[in-house]
């Protein structure tokens, strides 16, 4: 049933790698938002069903864990993508620094103007663009916590974080201390000999 969606993203603690996460968010667009919802509140992992709307629905699973599913017009996907992304802390605090320079951000975009929706929209169809009207860059998910990354981000120092292009080799390996068939030494050889399989980072 992919081709209900046009655009599916998760978003929330997941999409912030959390190692831990208390529920999961997801945001879409859909031109059949009827049928999707519908195939959403009656999926098999389904336990009950809190609310069931056009632009909302909310579950429990089987597994206990609480799902939202929310449809968005294609273009305030980026606004809404942003918004349920970041942590509670850091939307408080960018929604702070936004009113301060006369702005309002919401899940629909970036108004100009102190009430949600009845000012001009700046921004609202990716979040880069979100981003670049507030005044600086592309914040990655994963550092959306108001841990220092909003006065960072304005100051154009936000730290390179490592991706997985950035990664060269195996990150777990058995040796004979365990249940491995080689020794760390022959391990350590093979390891040099074998080619690079990502060009040297200049990280």
Same mark, same amino acid.
């Given at each position: 049933?992919?081709?209900?969606?046009?655009?599916?993203?998760?978003?929330?603690?997941?999409?912030?790698?959390?190692?831990?996460? $208390?529920?999961?968010?997801?945001v879409a667009t859909t031109r059949a938002p009827k049928k999707l919802m519908d195939l959403f509140v009656?999926?098999?992992?389904?336990?009950?069903?809190?609310?069931?709307?056009? @632009?909302?629905?909310? =579950?429990?699973?089987?597994?206990?864990?609480? =799902?939202?599913?929310?449809?968005?017009?294609?273009?305030?996907? $980026?606004?809404?993508?942003?918004?349920?992304?970041? @942590?509670?802390?850091?939307? =408080?605090?960018?929604?702070?620094?936004?009113?301060?320079?006369?702005?309002?951000?919401?899940?629909?975009?970036?108004?100009?103007?102190?009430?949600?929706?009845?000012?001009?929209?700046?921004?609202?169809?990716?979040?880069?663009?979100?981003?670049?009207?507030?005044?600086?860059?592309?914040?990655?998910?994963?550092?959306?916590?108001?841990?220092?990354?909003?006065?960072?981000?304005?100051?154009?120092?936000?730290? =390179?974080?490592?991706?997985?292009?950035?990664?060269?080799?195996?990150?777990?390996?058995?040796?004979?201390? @365990?249940?491995?068939?080689?020794?760390?030494?022959?391990?350590?050889?093979?390891?040099?000999?074998?080619?690079?399989?990502?060009?040297?980072?200049?990280?």
């Amino acid at each position: 049933q992919s081709d209900l969606c046009d655009r599916v993203e998760v978003a929330g603690s997941i999409r912030r790698m959390k190692d831990t996460i $208390g529920d999961i968010d997801i945001v879409a667009t859909t031109r059949a938002p009827k049928k999707l919802m519908d195939l959403f509140v009656n999926l098999p992992a389904v336990h009950e069903v809190v609310a069931h709307g056009l @632009s909302r629905s909310t =579950v429990y699973l089987k597994s206990g864990i609480h =799902v939202d599913l929310r449809v968005l017009r294609p273009e305030e996907f $980026g606004a809404g993508l942003y918004y349920f992304t970041g @942590s509670t802390e850091h939307n =408080v605090a960018v929604r702070a620094w936004a009113v301060k320079h006369k702005a309002t951000i919401s899940e629909y975009g970036v108004f100009v103007g102190t009430k949600q929706k009845k000012g001009t929209l700046l921004a609202s169809e990716t979040e880069e663009h979100i981003f670049r009207v507030l005044g600086m860059p592309y914040i990655p998910p994963e550092l959306r916590e108001n841990r220092g990354e909003i006065e960072v981000a304005r100051a154009h120092s936000l730290p =390179v974080l490592i991706e997985t292009k950035d990664i060269c080799g195996d990150l777990h390996a058995h040796s004979t201390y @365990s249940d491995g068939v080689d020794d760390m030494v022959a391990m350590a050889h093979a390891a040099r000999k074998s080619p690079r399989t990502c060009a040297p980072s200049a990280r």
